[in-house]
């Protein structure tokens, strides 16, 4: 059975339709890049699969389940987890506690107990807290947990996202360009990341991402947009020779390859 599916999902902004009757499978232990031109509706896509948007028509299944109606915070709770593409952190809470956020959902203690640190509270808030730590040491930054997340470069910001997302315990990561503003460097241990995440914890991937060497290695498939429609879909293989996929997508670096090949 699928882990996500969409069925004709349909977002209209006013006159503009950013998503339209799209469909989309991805199976367990996936990692599925979502990729397409700028504006072509990825992240309206991502949105619509979290909650964040209301679809204008269409369904999202989760584990073969209608959650178009649930809300984002229960989607969380159901084993989906996101990262933005505008980095989202608190920059006066440090490290840690950007991570614990995302944690809350799995405990009965809410934030401003927690933030208050309200006694009552004390065994969940050591249970967040080493789940909050176990998420940093995943991505690799459990040595800056005290520190403020505007002391840390950005591509370790873009960790901390991530980490944040790790924290809530997902089935379901949801990924937008969590490579933007890195350099190589971060995007090859970042691709390492991803990779670690799918093959030992299992996660299922749905990946944003204008990095074509990042798409092509990480994705086992990948569904391409453009003006908001599925014009493509299949392996990286598939997808890169696919004249719709060149045209729409690659533009002239796609056929310059072309004619090199
Ligand atoms: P991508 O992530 O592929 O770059 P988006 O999903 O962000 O594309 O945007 C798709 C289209 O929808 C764009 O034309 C964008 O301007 C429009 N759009 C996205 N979000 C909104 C919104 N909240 N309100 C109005 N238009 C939007
Ligand atoms: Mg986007």
Known sequence: ?????????????????????????????????????????????????????????????????????????????????????????????????????????????????????????????????????EALEIVGLAHRAADRPNDLPYGQQRLLEIARALATGPKLLLLDEPAAGMNPTEKQSLLGLIQRLNQEKKLTIVLIEHDMNVVMNACHRITVLNFGQRIAGGTAAEVRRDPAVIEAYLGKRGRAAGAEG
């Open 1 to 133: 059975m699928n882990i996500l599916e969409l069925r004709g999902l349909t977002k209209a902004f006013g006159g503009l339709v950013a998503v339209s009757n799209l469909d989309m499978e991805v199976t367990p232990c996936e990692i599925h890049g979502l990729i397409g031109p700028n504006g072509s509706g990825k992240s309206t896509t991502l949105n619509l699969i979290s909650g964040l948007y209301k679809p204008t028509a269409g369904q999202v299944f989760l584990g073969g389940r209608d959650i178009s109606r649930v809300t984002a915070n229960l989607r969380v709770f159901q084993g989906m987890a996101r990262t933005f593409q505008n980095i989202r952190l608190f920059k006066r809470l440090p490290v840690l506690d950007n991570v614990a956020v995302g944690r809350y959902c799995r405990t009965a203690t809410n934030l401003i107990d927690v933030l208050l640190r309200l006694p009552r509270q004390r065994s969940d808030e050591e249970e967040t807290r080493q789940s909050a730590l």
